[in-house]
Nanobody, 126 residues
Framework: QAQLVESGGGSVRVGESLRLSCTAS????????ISWFRQRPGLEREGVAA????????HYADSVGGRFSITRDDANHTLYLQMTSLKPSDSGMYYC???????????????????WGQGTQVTVSS
């Protein structure tokens, strides 16, 4: 059974919004850190936004700061990524990732995560 399942991707126009969902198989609070990554065409996968669940602290990549926000719905075991003012450069596959070991290290490092979802595609056209 997959631990993390993403949904909500789609095709939108420049300036529009999307909300991605990451539904976990257990309480969000069971993870030390849960984050969103993306892989844009021709580029390596990169961290977009993160939530340290115990202290409810978020971090964002500079490229999305002020436009993207993370929220959590503990009752439904779901993490959301609200994306606004979307640009063509935001197009890519978006992944949810989680660390339940408190591995340590910077949130944007892939190697600290031991759970990954299958991804959801976001396409922004002009």
């Amino acid at each position: 059974q997959a631990q993390l399942v993403e949904s909500g991707g789609g095709s939108v126009r420049v300036g529009e919004s999307l909300r991605l969902s990451c539904t976990a198989s257990r309480d969000i609070g069971n993870y030390y850190l849960i984050s969103w990554f993306r892989q844009r065409p021709g580029l390596e996968r990169e961290g977009v936004a993160a939530l340290y669940t115990a202290i409810d602290t978020t971090h964002y990549a500079d490229s999305v700061g002020g436009r993207f926000s993370i929220t959590r719905d503990d009752a439904n075991h779901t993490l959301y990524l609200q994306m606004t003012s979307l640009k063509p450069s935001d197009s890519g596959m978006y992944y949810c990732a989680a660390d339940d070991r408190a591995y340590g290290g910077s949130w944007y490092l892939e190697q600290i995560y031991n759970h990954w979802g299958q991804g959801t595609q976001v396409t922004v056209s002009s």
